[in-house]
């Protein structure tokens, strides 16, 4: 497991790939404002280490201890209120592998009006999802009570794997960084469909069954596979 920045080097071009997919997709909003981070052992993590993540390059990360300490590199100011939210999580939830904040467009839509996301849109159960995204209670960013505001969400719903930030942003955690930027993109594709359809008359929600209905489909997908 890496233990140094140098170490660490290819988890950081995954990261500095992930954070250029999510510009692609539209994800970062214009001001291209996320924060990053990939646990690379039980007490480290490797995180960027300013605000804007439109040109990272492999000087733009810091290794950060679990418990807030910056072990390597070094860390713009306004980055260090950040650190704990993804800390924490990594403390928190041991499932937990990548974490991503970001302003993504839709899903932050849905923040600003402290509207949860509900479970209406199919492409999101396969991602273990069980329930509709909730939002965290506004506070300012970094401070004790935005933290364990989500952490409080975290620990509480083991099967949950996004939270909006109200007024905010979004912040998506799940066992790697390809499945965290996949939820972040399916999130984002749901909220956007959700306000279309409410041109429509409103998203209807899923069956009842559903939710067990497309895990035993998976399960029974892998295993004849
Ligand atoms: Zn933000």
Do not use: C
């Not at 950060?64 to 390597?72: N, S």
């Amino acid at each position: 497991m890496p233990k140094t920045l140098v170490e660490s080097q290819e988890v950081i071009s995954q990261l500095i790939d992930a954070s250029r997919t999510l510009m692609r997709a539209g994800l970062l909003f214009r001001g291209a404002h996320a924060n990053l981070s990939v646990r690379v052992s039980g007490d480290r993590m490797v995180m960027t280490s300013g605000g804007n993540v439109a040109q990272l390059t492999p000087d733009d990360f810091a290794l950060v201890g679990l418990d807030g300490t910056i072990q390597e590199g070094t860390m713009v100011p306004t980055m260090k209120e950040i650190v704990e939210m993804h800390a924490g999580l990594y403390r928190e939830r041991p499932d937990v592998g990548a974490v991503v904040h970001s302003h993504a467009p839709h899903v932050t839509a849905f923040a600003l009006a402290h509207r949860p996301i509900p479970l209406v849109y199919e492409p999101l159960l396969r991602f273990g999802l069980t329930e509709a995204v909730p939002v965290v209670p506004w506070a300012p960013r970094g401070s004790e009570e935005s933290v364990s505001g989500i952490l409080d969400q975290a620990k509480d719903h083991p099967g949950l794997f996004a939270v909006t930030l109200a007024n905010h942003g979004v912040l998506v955690f799940a066992a790697d960084l390809t499945t965290t930027v996949q939820l972040l993109t399916t999130l984002d594709e749901a909220a956007e469909l959700i306000l279309k359809a409410t041109a429509l008359g409103g998203a209807k929600p899923l069956p009842d069954l559903a939710i067990e209905q497309v895990r035993s489909r998976i399960k029974a997908f892998s295993v004849s596979h």
